[in-house]
């Protein structure tokens, strides 16, 4: 698995890129997000807050509330 510094770097440019509209932007938060998931993933959306934070959000089988596996910061702020 990647270092914390890449994975933030990897995931801010993912959600730049969604928030752009950019083609690919889903495909690439996909791809982001199974390879740093377990595999009873279930869910995942750009577009979920979780405790007032906007970001990558993730739900699974042990885990089926959202939560956020990066967060882009207030969700008031997007």
């Not at 270092?3 to 495909?27: C, F, H, K």
């Not at 959306?45 to 939560?67: C, L, M, N, S, Y």
Request: cysteine-free; glycine content about 8%; proline content about 3%.
């Amino acid at each position: 698995m990647p270092d914390y510094e890449t994975m933030e770097a990897e995931a801010i440019a993912i959600w730049e890129s969604y928030q752009a509209g950019e083609a690919g932007a889903i495909a690439a938060g996909e791809k982001w997000v199974q390879e740093r998931s377990v595999d009873d993933l279930t869910g995942w959306a750009f577009d979920i807050a979780v405790d007032d934070e906007a970001g990558i959000a993730v739900k699974t089988k042990k885990h089926p509330q959202w939560r956020l596996l990066w967060s882009a910061g207030r969700a008031d702020e997007w």
